[in-house]
């Protein structure tokens, strides 16, 4: 079975520090993977997925990813913070086995710090 | 586009009382789904339906059920509800191009269902 798991469920770092959120996946099959964005009280946007084609992916909002396979990593950077990328960050991998429906990490909730 | 709309935002209800939430889309998917969120647990997948006329259980489906109406409606039912029912509601579409495509087609969220059970 397929699954993410998402380390740390609060990062906080400072307004221009480097953004670092880590997700690990695991799978059989060579995965498509992930990253949504929550702003509070709102729905689910995508940020950025990975679909095996280049390994560095690029998104939304200056965030990019990078596909691992051999530490089964897909963690997502932004080389400089700003106050409204505080948000929840959710990783989600696509179940190759049901019709491709996602399967979340349990999320990180980012703090920008002034 | 409105997108993926849901009704109501917010709702609260005392145990055993029935409410369906509705879900619809503009976007002519084929898939829609509907999570619950709670704190720390990310979002789960209680049904979802691959195409009109088709639904299925997703990892929580117990205490719900679903009607997909026609293309553009997918509605959750809670027949009675407990407070463990008590969590956000999201729906989602994906448009699912063909065999094989949907695994990387994108989904799209509507904006939740705030629902307390008391």
């Known amino acids: 079975a397929q699954s993410v798991t998402q380390l740390g469920s609060h990062v906080s770092v400072s307004e221009g520090a480097l953004v670092l959120l880590r997700c690990n996946y695991s799978s059989s099959v060579p995965p498509y993977l992930f990253w949504y964005v929550q702003y509070p009280n709102q729905g689910l946007q995508l940020l950025l997925k990975y679909t095996s084609a280049a390994t560095l992916v690029k998104g939304i909002n200056g965030f990019e990813a990078e596909f691992k396979k051999s530490e089964t990593s897909f963690h997502l950077t932004k080389p400089s913070a700003h106050m409204s990328d505080a948000a929840e960050y959710f990783c989600a991998v696509s179940d190759r086995g049901s019709q491709g429906n996602l399967i979340f990490g349990k999320g990180t909730k980012l703090s920008v710090k002034p | 586009n409105a997108g993926v709309t849901q009704t109501p935002k917010f709702q609260v209800l005392k145990t055993g009382q029935s409410m369906t939430l509705q879900c619809a889309q503009d976007m002519n998917h084929n898939s829609m789904y509907w999570y619950r969120q709670d704190p720390g647990m990310g979002l789960r997948l209680i049904y979802y339906?691959?195409?009109?006329?088709?639904?299925d259980k997703g990892e929580v489906p117990n205490g719900y059920n679903v009607s997909r109406l026609n293309k553009r409606e997918f509605s959750l039912r809670l027949e009675s509800a407990a407070p463990s029912q008590t969590s956000v509601y999201f729906c989602a579409s994906r448009t699912d191009r063909g065999r094989g495509w949907g695994h990387t087609d994108t989904q799209y969220f509507g904006p939740g269902t705030r629902l307390t059970v008391l």
């Open positions: 339906s691959a195409s009109e006329g088709t639904t």
